[in-house]
């Protein structure tokens, strides 16, 4: 709203308060008198509008620490209660200011209350209409960010299956397996079963936004163990989770983060590539140490790029990436429940 249109609101309101406000009492219209009528009117709208900035200025603070889509109760409780305060206290102070100075009359509790019920009503519905045009932007917004999320994570589910039934990902794990049969079977038959394992999981999952990150945490364990047979002492991982029960987690978030550090870094024996998944309050921080390859495969950054958008759709945190000489972190939300 211009700040033509907020005064020309105000002056409405005025003008019509003070006939309104006799149609109501049952007086005669013909008593009203010029100066009365000038005079209440103008102190409504006064009070108009203080109320129309006052609301402006509400929503712009209470946008940046709570949005309509993410925090709808929160943001809600916040306008109602600021609302609650502000409203009565203009009313209040400019009406004994009428009442007190300008018509020399001692204004009675039930006038104030009476003015002060009809005034939130009226701040209410001025919050609202001021308020709707953010929410019908965040509503299309939404929609548009729901088309985009089902696109994103179609492209996800395909890239994630392309990367683990590739025929270089069947082959490494089979050539494993087949060595493992020739001296230790019964290793083996548990290497076969994780890889499985592995399978169902991006199989049954593949059509979620959200899984629980234990389930999560399991699947990256049975990775991580396909890994080690493969590449034996060229890898060490650590996994320091405390509340794995109260948090989801978008699905393969975390394999497609340990792909790219083995994809991109040199790992042996002398020098293995160390891993750690660890929890910070309500966050995962995936680190790798960095020995970066002098020739690496295309699509670098990639699969943080789809991790990035996914999470733009569903929470209003994003990740956080952290490179220095020795090392390689990333940062992911955990996401809780809704209740």
């Known amino acids: 709203m211009s700040l033509r249109n907020r005064f020309l609101v105000s002056i409405v309101f005025g003008l019509f308060s003070y006939p309104l406000l006799f149609l109501i009492r049952g007086y005669e219209l013909t008593s009203i008198t010029w100066y009365a009528f000038l005079e209440y009117g103008g102190c409504v709208s006064v009070i108009v509008y203080l109320i129309i900035e006052s609301h402006r200025i509400k929503?712009?603070?209470?946008?940046?620490?709570?949005?309509?889509?993410?925090?709808?109760?929160?943001?809600?409780?916040?306008?109602?209660?600021?609302?609650?305060?502000?409203t009565p206290l203009y009313v209040t102070l400019i009406m004994s200011f009428l009442y007190n100075y300008l018509w020399d009359l001692e204004v009675q509790t039930f006038l104030l209350i009476e003015y002060n019920l009809f005034a939130l009503n009226v701040s209410f519905l001025i919050g609202g209409y001021l308020n709707s045009d953010e929410i019908i932007e965040k509503w299309k917004k939404s929609i548009l960010d729901k088309e985009r999320l089902e696109k994103e994570t179609i492209q996800a589910k395909l890239r994630a299956l392309q990367a683990n039934l590739s025929p270089h990902f069947l082959f490494n794990n089979f050539n494993a397996l087949n060595s493992l049969i020739d001296y230790n079977t019964e290793q083996a038959q548990e290497y076969l079963e994780k890889?499985?394992?592995?399978?169902?999981?991006?199989?049954?999952?593949?059509?979620?936004?959200?899984?629980?990150?234990?389930?999560?945490?399991t699947f990256i364990r049975d990775y991580l163990f396909l890994l080690q047979i493969r590449f034996a002492d060229q890898i060490r991982y650590n996994i320091d989770i405390k509340n794995e029960d109260d948090y989801l987690i978008p699905p393969v978030t975390l394999q497609i983060l340990l792909e790219n550090a083995i994809k991109h870094n040199e790992a042996s024996k002398e020098n293995p590539l160390e891993i750690s998944i660890t929890q910070q309050a309500d966050?995962?921080?995936?680190?790798?140490?960095?020995?970066?390859k002098k020739v690496t495969k295309e699509g670098v950054g990639f699969g943080l790029m789809n991790?990035?958008?996914?999470?733009?759709?569903?929470?209003?945190?994003?990740?956080?990436v952290n490179e220095n000489r020795s090392s390689f972190s990333v940062t992911i939300p955990l996401i809780a429940p809704e209740v």
Not at 283 to 292: D, G, V
Request: charged share 30%; glycine share 2%.
């Open 307 to 320: 991790i990035r958008e996914r999470y733009s759709f569903l929470t209003e945190r994003m990740i956080s």
């Open 195 to 217: 890889l499985s394992d592995v399978y169902r999981y991006i199989l049954k999952e593949k059509d979620n936004e959200l899984v629980e990150l234990s389930k999560e945490l």
């Open 59 to 86: 929503s712009k603070i209470l946008s940046s620490k709570a949005d309509w889509i993410f925090s709808t109760k929160k943001r809600l409780l916040g306008e109602i209660g600021v609302t609650i305060l502000f």
């Open 283 to 292: 966050s995962l921080m995936i680190i790798n140490s960095l020995n970066p």
